[in-house]
């Protein structure tokens, strides 16, 4: 069976809907979005993400800067593309970081 099956354009853009902030790359293949902290630092919210992440079993790639968190997330095991896997985790993400106050 495989990992997850990619999802069409329409199921993107439908639950992309879901998720206020978040973006897609240029080519369509991974789900982004930079946080922003006043409040923690950044890799604060790292290891919050890294626990869901752990209990997912779906990963992913973050970039920590000063007060700032890049998450791009995209299934590897669907050829780096857009499966419900990714949109489970953007929205366990999400959660995180407005607990966080992160914007
Ligand atoms: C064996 C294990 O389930 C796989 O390696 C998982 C782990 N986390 C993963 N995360 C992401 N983003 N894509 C994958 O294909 C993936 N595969």
């Not at 199921?11 to 982004?32: H, M, V, Y």
């Not at 979005?33 to 630092?41: A, S, V």
Request: proline share 4%.
């Amino acid at each position: 069976m495989p990992y997850a099956e990619p999802l069409s354009r329409k199921e993107i853009e439908d639950r992309l809907a879901e998720l206020p902030g978040w973006e897609l790359s240029d080519d369509g293949t991974a789900l982004r979005r930079t946080y922003h902290l006043e409040h923690i630092p950044a890799a604060i919210l790292a290891m919050h993400i890294a626990g869901i992440q752990a209990e997912l079993n779906h990963h992913s790639d973050l970039t920590l800067g000063y007060n700032t968190l890049a998450v791009s997330i995209t299934t590897h095991a669907a050829g780096s593309q857009l499966t419900a896997k990714d949109f489970g985790l953007a929205a366990r993400i999400a959660a995180a970081a407005a607990a966080h106050r992160a914007e």
